[in-house]
């Protein structure tokens, strides 16, 4: 927690106070005289919102030097602040010539994909053995947000019985119907699958639009392995897509720390959507999707946590973890 020292939030605080009371003082003073030589129109209430007016006039006007600054470059980590100055206590500012070059302490720039996130993305997908990947700001939100954009209304999700919220979260959302199979038991997946695909969507019973089978690499609770072998053979054989979770695999287990496709022999080709976080074995923040190149364009175009959030920098700095420290 940061802690302000005493003087200054108290001289911020008696500022304000100060501008409030003078404010405050001068208003009084416009009103007596509008008052006295009939200004304004006698016996309307003012048109214009009490303390909103106020703040704006004798606040705001006076030191939206501070806040608005006016930028003349992409809202990047460094950026040109142009100068202004003002003829008539702030109330219009004017543009000088000069710019400076400040250092961006906090922003949003839904457009500033940095060189450093498209390393780290092109850096994830070799790791794991994927022609493309796609970088998220948080774990969680790159399950959540993802599977929705994958997967809608007559298509079938088939969770793991103790996959990661994130997942459950993520199939809610989606619309699809949700089945269940008994934790890590491909037999069971088996049997729910060939269930499901006879039966078909509800009441329709017309084929599913899309199956998608979730799993995770290991389970975070009771740090097992997931059958993957089993798994991706029964996908392939039922023609359902796959989506890994490689939270607690990816840089833990493998020869190479390339999780559990290196560990268990899979192709990483027959795991159509490998999923991983920056917060574990990175030791960083943020998640990632590795696919086919075809796939991350999709998610590029359509995910809403790709769109419409920002990544930061410190997940960029994943890029020297998985490539340049520990894997190369
Ligand atoms: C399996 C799994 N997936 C996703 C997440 C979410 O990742 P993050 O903590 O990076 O948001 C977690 C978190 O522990 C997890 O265990």
Partial sequence: MITIPYLTALTTYFSYGLLF?????????????DWWSANNLQGYASICLGLEDFYVRRLYLRIQYCFGRLIASAPDAWFDVVERYSNDNNKTLKRATNITRCLNLGSYNYLG???????????VAKFVGKSAAVVFGMG????S???PVLIGKGGLIISDSLNHNSIV???QGSGATIRVFSHNTPPHLEEVLREQIAEGQPRTHRP?????????????????????????AICKKYKAYIYLDEAHSIGAVGKTGRGVCELLGVDPADVDVMMGTFTKSFGSCGGYIAGSKELIQYLK???????????????SCSTDYICHRSYS
């Fill in 21 to 33: 009371a003078f404010g405050q003082f001068r208003d009084l003073f416009r009103k007596i005289f």
């Fill in 113 to 123: 994909t940095t060189v450093l996130h498209t390393d780290l993305e092109e850096c």
């Fill in 169 to 171: 979260k993520g199939a």
């Fill in 145 to 147: 947000t993802i599977l």
């Fill in 301 to 315: 175009y359509t995910c809403p946590a790709h769109l419409y959030a920002n990544i930061n920098l410190t997940t």
């Fill in 208 to 232: 599913w639009k899309k199956i998608i089978v979730v799993v995770e690499g290991i389970y975070r609770m009771e740090g097992e392995l997931c059958k993957l072998p089993e798994i991706t």
């Fill in 140 to 143: 969680y939100v790159t399950n």
